[in-house]
């Protein structure tokens, strides 16, 4: 039994972090009932099948009604379709909270249709892989992972307080920040490298006509990591540049003239320039693993089964 418990819990979407969502409060108790609605019909029975939930139904306004905690984890860009369904469904005093990986766009959606009743948190945990739907969900998935709160200045303190218990319960570490800051730190380090892995493997696809197999033959791990985050879902990294454009593109812009500089000192063998560069980012490397942040998707992948169900 973990430390907090929700009469009934609504989750809309139902995905891989939908789905690792129920896998983590059935096995720890947080809701005595969880109802689920996802706009696919398939979704909805695979969801059923795989007994996600106490409830399902495709209907979102339907889902939200008598809960206490709603959880939105559809595409960025479905926030604000999800937002007009759920608004005068919604029980007072239920804490509305959403996954989205952009946060400025998912406010500037969703909270014009809040009621003043509700308690709206946006949230972001930093924890997922490249796979989609509600097979790609498991437990565990969140422990010793950052969630970032982005309330908007104000936000009733208690209620901040119980989302972030329910997040703790599932193992993660809490964070607040201000929405534009987290799109500006979440552009560069998981929006830029999602961008370079899709774009990386793009191009080696494109000289595969010339070089035939090779590419995927000879693919070292260094590409083979590429692959993987460039097998992500197609519809929720669209949204994600749609929704988080101008931080992106900020980044994008320094990214490529530190490009065009390292290109530069390869093209006049500027070794000092070159070797400088690969000793200053093999020591972040190394701090990070130190810090104990190095947990890829295998080794996540093995966290999880060694939750207890
Ligand atoms: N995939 C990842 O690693 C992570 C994703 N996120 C965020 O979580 C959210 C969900 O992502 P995933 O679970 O990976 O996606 P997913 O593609 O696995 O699942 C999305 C779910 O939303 C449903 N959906 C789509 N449009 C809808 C609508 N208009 N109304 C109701 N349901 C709708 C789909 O049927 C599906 O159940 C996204 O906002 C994403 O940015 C956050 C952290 C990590
Ligand atoms: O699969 C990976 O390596 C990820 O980086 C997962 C991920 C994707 C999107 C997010 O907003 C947070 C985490």
Known sequence: MSNIQFDRIALIG???IGSSIAHDIKRL???KEVVISTRSAETLKRAEELKLGDRYTPSSAEAVKGADLVIVSVPVGASESVAKEIAAHLKPGAIVTDVGS???????????????????????????TE????????????????????PVPGTDETAIKTLRTFWET?????????????????????????????????????????TESEVIKYSASGFRDFT??????????????????DAILEMLSRFSEDLASLQRAIRWGDGDKIFELFTRTRAIRRSIVEAGQDVDVPDFGRHALDVKE
């Open 14 to 16: 139902i995905g891989l």
């Open 29 to 31: 108790g947080i809701a």
């Open 102 to 128: 952009t946060k400025a766009s998912v406010i500037a959606q969703m909270q014009p249709h809040m009621p003043s009743n509700v308690y709206f948190i946006p949230g972001h945990p930093l924890a997922g």
């Open 131 to 150: 796979k989609s739907g509600p097979d790609a969900g498991f437990p565990g998935l969140f422990k010793g992972r950052w969630c970032i709160f982005t």
């Open 170 to 210: 599932l193992g993660s570490r809490v964070d607040e920040m201000d929405p534009e800051h987290h799109d500006k730190v979440l552009a560069i380090v998981s929006h830029l490298p999602h961008l370079i892995a899709y774009n990386i493997v793009g191009t080696a696809d494109d000289l595969e006509t010339v």
């Open 228 to 245: 993987r985050l460039a097998a992500s879902d197609p519809t929720m990294w669209r949204d994600v540049c749609l929704h988080n454009r």
